[in-house]
């Protein structure tokens, strides 16, 4: 007899507008009936896994991943992407979304450009394992597009006067963004289109005294220096260090998933 699949509670959302914040930065934020059984944590990388439909295939009702993944052809399974919360605001019934668009290859990009008020959005979670903590004497944000919404909401989180150094790596200027903290952050962007390397600027840093904690994430070739350095160098306590992939160049996220996975088990 086969294994019973643990269920995974879903919660359908819709699209109540969209913004796009910047040229490859489209913001969705979402709502309706079902809001109120969203249940947010404490940490600055909450995320959600968002469940696209494949087109063409009909799913059961109520949507039931369980059932889905007992019952269909693992092609037939809606596409699974994690997404950071930006925000969530109870009174306003809102879920608030940044979604990197780079044309029309992927899933949740082209989607998100497309998006309009009304459209589904399916949502699991969330999860989440870092936030900023009293303990450290400073601390240290690094990572890409993909890791700038936990990047921003970390810097709002992080407690008054504290020392901050952040390394944000986008496309060019345009891809800045407006962030807020009552830290003492300096925050420096890094630009592709002029050769920016983000692992160099961080091995470059003046390293302060004291506590540290670390938010390292996104593309993973910068990621595994990155660990490397902050580890053994740095000598980094590992329980204050937040670091992991969220992707790589040249990989589909489904085969990512699977090459993280090998790598675990290995």
Do not use: C
């Not at 913004?19 to 969203?38: D, K, L, N, Q, Y």
């Not at 990197?100 to 949502?123: Q, Y």
């Not at 790596?169 to 891809?175: H, I, K």
């Not at 390397?197 to 994430?217: K, N």
């Amino acid at each position: 007899m086969a294994e019973a699949r643990r269920a995974v509670s879903t919660t359908r959302l819709r699209v109540l507008r969209t913004e796009r914040i910047t040229p490859h930065m489209v913001r969705i934020v979402a709502g309706g009936e079902e809001i109120g059984s969203f249940r947010p944590n404490d940490f600055t990388d909450a995320y959600v896994k968002v469940h696209f439909r494949v087109p063409g295939v009909t799913y059961p009702e109520p949507f039931d991943l369980a059932r889905i993944r007992e019952e269909l052809p693992r092609e037939q399974w809606p596409r699974m992407r994690s997404y950071t919360v930006r925000a969530f605001d109870a009174n306003l019934g809102e879920l608030v979304l940044d979604f990197v668009h780079h044309g029309d290859e992927g899933v949740a990009g082209p989607w998100a450009a497309a998006a309009k008020p009304g459209d589904e959005l399916l949502i699991s979670g969330p999860g989440g394992a870092y936030a900023p903590g009293e303990e450290a004497d400073w601390h240290l944000l690094a990572g890409d597009e993909s890791a700038l919404p936990a990047i921003a909401a970390s810097l709002e989180a992080m407690p008054a006067g504290v020392p901050v150094h952040a390394f944000i790596l986008v496309e060019d200027s345009a891809e800045e963004q407006s962030l807020t903290t009552k830290g003492d952050a300096r925050i420096t962007w890094l630009h592709r289109s002029r050769g920016d390397d983000l692992a160099t600027a961080v091995r470059a840093l003046e390293w302060r005294e004291g506590v540290v904690q670390a938010f390292v994430h996104g593309e993973a070739g910068f990621v595994r220096d990155l660990r490397r350095h902050l580890l053994d160098d740095r000598g980094m306590r590992r329980d204050l260090l937040s670091i992991s992939g969220y992707w790589r160049i040249g990989k589909t996220d489904e085969a990512w998933r699977l090459e993280k996975q090998a790598e675990r088990n290995a």
